[in-house]
């Protein structure tokens, strides 16, 4: 069994961010698979997607926080920076945290432990609605 | 052909492990796959599995040394530090490492390049034993 | 419906390269997919594959020089020195990246977003020709 669909996520800031509810919520055809693979796409250079703890939100602002930290702003040796300071630096975080996810269904469910969540990580300061495919596959 | 089971991971000190032989151990499954893919997710966010060099033992240990520089402990700008200075780092490794890795199936096994082994990425200083789930599919 | 071949990548100098078309090029099949997923799997352990920008070569050319200041040769820390100066960080490199990609399949091509490609990440002054697996599915 294969499903695949486009969801559009809202727009969010600069930041990383939970939606492991909000996908859940428009995926009732996971319920239909016993055992299977859920692999999330984001299809943008800028933003990306990462599972991570879900239930301190100190957490994901570290995050924010060290990929800053990590990836400056500004850095000399960009010459990329037509589209503004925040731009490279968010290809280079996009690139490191990855544009994809896969995560095992069983019973119908994401079998994540019990801590995980998925993260939308958004790395530009104005960005629109992120647009994620999602292709769901098992039996 | 579907198949996916848990494996416990034996617990580790912090640092970079070979699990290639222990985890095909678990899995005689793979015999019965002429072409398909493995996917291996870690369910936890301070560890996270990698896939590189698997001969040289001073490999994993520079991996351990360099992923503490660039994620050093006791940064100013954290704020989850409730859980000791090796935690924050940790999410943050394993987030730029990964909660999965998967490995094309050919001929019944994993189709690895010559150099290529599977790290466990322990990444916290005192952790138990973790848990993966592989799920193979393939015909 | 499976397909998997070995695709070998012609020799290239270290940095970030764009193979969307090349890939592409060699692989007839992906127009026999109407909903799937490609999987590409480099056989190496300091070189590896990403997405990102495929429109503005400087891109690329700051992800060279912002993995060279991020993962720096000729750390102190370093042990496995023995393969020259670019070899232990090319191998933290290709982890940080990773060594496969898995791509949604949408009637026929690769559904990727307007401004993403495929990059073949080379660490190595001087390396030969990489072998990536790539498996398609989907039917």
């Not at 939606?19 to 859940?24: A, G, M, P, Q, V």
């Not at 690139?95 to 896969?102: D, E, K, R, T, V």
Request: net charge negative.
């Amino acid at each position: 069994m294969w499903f695949q669909k486009e969801v559009r996520l809202p727009a969010v800031t600069r930041g990383f961010h939970l939606i492991t509810d909000l996908l859940t919520a428009q995926l009732p055809e996971l319920e239909e698979i016993e055992v299977g693979l859920a692999h999330i796409f984001i299809k943008h250079t800028s933003a990306s997607l990462t599972i991570n703890e879900d239930a301190d939100p100190s957490v994901r602002q570290d995050f924010e926080s060290h990929f800053n930290h990590m990836v400056p702003e500004k850095q000399p040796y960009y010459r990329h920076t037509s589209e503004g300071p925040d731009d490279m630096p968010a290809h280079l975080k996009a690139a490191m945290l990855g544009s994809s996810i896969s995560i095992p269904i069983t019973k119908g469910r994401f079998n994540l432990g019990t801590w995980q969540g998925i993260y939308l990580c958004e790395h530009r300061n104005q960005a629109g609605k992120r647009t994620v495919v999602v292709t769901l596959q098992g039996n």
